[in-house]
């Protein structure tokens, strides 16, 4: 007899396949709030601990303080802008060949 394209089909191996992956999904159903389970805990019952916790200043000896902020216009000068010249290229590097800018 021709073959004439059609597959034989093992239904008993069909079903063992079938039987074995809702086994996998049961016993991965079983074993997920083990290690996952603390994602469903609420976000609030996380952090109730962490409400009562007092924060206490710590103080620091002097040689390990921060020191404070220098403000920038201290220690960087920017002057005015020279008049934009008349391009093709608009403002694309116009500063950059200006000299003493």
């Known amino acids: 007899m021709a073959d004439s394209g059609k597959k034989e ?6 079903d063992r396949m079938w039987k074995n ?5 049961t016993e991965a159903a079983k074993r997920w709030p083990n290690n996952w389970g603390f994602l469903t805990t609420p976000y609030e019952e996380l952090i109730k601990n962490e409400k009562k916790r007092e ?6 000896p002097e040689h390990m303080q921060v020191r404070p902020v220098t403000p920038v216009e201290k ?4 002057e005015p802008s020279p008049p934009v010249p008349q391009t093709t290229q ?3 590097g ?3 060949t200006v000299p003493g800018l």
């Open 9 to 14: 089909v093992n239904y008993l191996a069909q």
């Open 21 to 25: 992956h809702i086994l996998n999904e």
């Open 55 to 60: 924060i206490v200043k710590i103080t620091f």
């Open 75 to 78: 220690y960087i000068k920017v």
């Open 90 to 92: 608009g403002f694309i």
């Open 94 to 96: 116009w500063r950059s």
